[in-house]
């Protein structure tokens, strides 16, 4: 099974808008974190935000949030304002405890933001 | 200048050579990485380390080995490479935190014809 899912390949947004990328995990770990990266067609990878499985509050990082849903498994990246250069690959990933804290990504979604 | 740096940032060889992707940091961080990068997998793990005597079989090992010189230093190797080691590395590292937050090198694209 998949560790980590990100089901949607690419997304739209206007610029300005706000869009939601969508992950979810598979772990039986209680303890693990949970990771947004931005690739952008440069090619360097670019962390973005970080939540705890413990933490009680949703992250935020200036115009990145993550919805972070446990019981669902779903931590999503919300970005608000889009802007033109937010459009890149994103990147979900998991740190798992059990494995050795070893990370796992998923495929990943491609942002374009229209002007 | 960078805190992660990864030479060669591009490398064409043939199949069966040997072939080294080094990796130093800066950050002084104790856990170093290896990751490859093929389009629509995202990226997978290859081995890891966390300190200078500890090594670690990632999720995708078979056909490459590693070497922690110093703190600051993690060596790839692709023994004899093939074809289908033509992908996209990145070497990373992460503080003992508790976070393990992953920061990255430039990447180095390699291409084994």
């Known amino acids: 099974a998949q560790k980590i899912t990100q089901t949607q390949p690419g997304m739209f947004v206007q610029e300005k808008e706000a869009v939601t990328l969508d992950c979810t995990y598979d772990?039986?770990?209680?303890?693990?974190?949970l990771f947004w990266y931005k690739q952008p067609s440069s090619g360097e990878m670019i962390f973005l935000i970080y939540?705890?499985?413990?933490?009680?509050q949703n992250a935020t990082e200036g115009r990145y949030s993550l919805n972070f849903q446990k019981a669902r498994k779903s931590a999503n990246l919300v970005i608000s304002a889009s802007q033109l250069g937010d459009s890149a690959m994103y990147f979900c990933?998991?740190?798992?405890?059990?494995?050795?804290?070893?990370?796992?990504f998923g495929t990943g979604t491609s942002l374009t933001v229209i002007p | 200048d960078a805190d992660v740096t990864q030479t060669p940032r591009n490398r064409i060889t043939k199949t069966g050579k040997r072939i080294m992707l080094e990796c130093s940091q800066t950050?002084?961080?104790?856990?170093m990485y290896w990751y490859r990068q093929d389009p629509g997998l995202g990226l997978r793990l290859i081995y890891y380390?966390?300190?200078?005597?500890?090594?670690n079989k990632g999720e995708i090992s078979d056909g490459y080995s590693v070497s922690r010189q110093a703190q600051a230093k993690f060596s790839l190797s692709l023994e004899s490479a093939i074809p289908n080691q033509t992908a996209l590395y990145f070497c990373?590292?992460?503080?003992?935190?508790?976070?393990?937050?992953?920061?990255f090198g430039p990447g180095t694209r390699l291409t084994v014809l």
């Open positions: 990373a590292t992460s503080d003992s935190d508790g976070r393990d937050t992953q920061y």
């Open positions: 772990t039986s770990d209680p303890s693990y974190g």
């Open positions: 939540q705890g499985s413990y933490d009680q």
């Open positions: 990933a998991m740190r798992e405890p059990s494995t050795g804290n070893q990370f796992y």
């Open positions: 950050k002084g961080h104790d856990r």
């Open positions: 380390s966390f300190d200078v005597k500890d090594i």
